[in-house]
T-cell receptor
Framework: KQEVTQIPAALSVPEGENLVLNCSFT??????LQWFRQDPGKGLTSLLL?????REQTSGRLNASLDKSSGRSTLYIAASQPGDSATYLC??????????????FGKGTHLIIQP | DVKVTQSSRYLVKRTGEKVFLECVQD?????MFWYRQDPGLGLRLIYF???????EKGDIPEGYSVSREKKERFSLILESASTNQTSMYLC?????????????FGPGTRLTVT
């Protein structure tokens, strides 16, 4: 059964720092990996999606990498801002008989950017 | 923009009631999903559907059922609500694999069962 782990569980850094959030998964047979952001009491906002054949994706100040063979992904946030404060979730899509499956989520990294 | 809407943001029900949570998407997505989110446990998949009238169990289907009569609508049913079903429920949709297969989430329904 797929398990997804995110480290650290919480992180507090001053504004302007570059930071890295880590995600690991136990089964490398994934369809893709998605990074989400969740603000308190809200739904999930998709940040980046990496297909299993890709190594990285970039969007603005965000860069996500994927090393499928070692079961790891990182989310790099450059020049952090207070508005980046949120919980960041990593999720992998596995396979079922008819195709890709639902997502298996990590428990998230709660990020606070201090002004 | 993809839009996934859920019928209620907050819902309070009594133990034993039959509860319907509704989800609608406007992007003609084939796949739809129901998850629940609990502190310390994260998000877990309850049920998903590849097509109209099709359903597949996720990791925690016990105590739930689903209905998909139309492509754009996916309902989660709590046959007899219990206090351990108090949770945040999130609906998502996506195209089939072979396309981007990016999941888009609704705003969530916070259900309290008393």
């Amino acid at each position: 059964k797929q398990e997804v782990t995110q480290i650290p569980a919480a992180l507090s850094v001053p504004e302007g720092e570059n930071l890295v959030l880590n995600c690991s998964f136990t089964d490398s047979a994934i369809y893709n990996l998605q990074w989400f952001r969740q603000d308190p009491g809200k739904g999930l906002t998709s940040l980046l999606l990496i297909q299993s054949s890709q190594r990285e994706q970039t969007s603005g100040r965000l860069n996500a990498s994927l090393d499928k063979s070692s079961g790891r992904s990182t989310l790099y946030i450059a020049a952090s801002q207070p508005g980046d404060s949120a919980t960041y979730l990593c999720a992998v899509a596995g396979y079922s008989g008819g195709g890709a499956d639902g997502l298996t989520f990590g428990k998230g990294t709660h990020l606070i950017i201090q002004p | 923009d993809v839009k996934v809407t859920q019928s209620s943001r907050y819902l309070v029900k009594r133990t034993g009631e039959k509860v319907f949570l509704e989800c609608v998407q406007d992007m003609d997505h084939e796949n739809m999903f129901w998850y629940r989110q609990d502190p310390g446990l994260g998000l877990r998949l309850i049920y998903f559907s590849y097509d109209v009238k099709m359903k597949e169990k996720g990791d925690i289907p016990e105590g739930y059922s689903v209905s998909r009569e139309k492509k754009e609508r996916f309902s989660l049913i709590l046959e007899s609500a219990s206090t351990n079903q108090t949770s945040m429920y999130l609906c998502a949709s996506s195209y089939l694999p072979g396309q981007a297969y990016e999941q888009y989430f609704g705003p969530g329904t916070r259900l309290t069962v008393t």
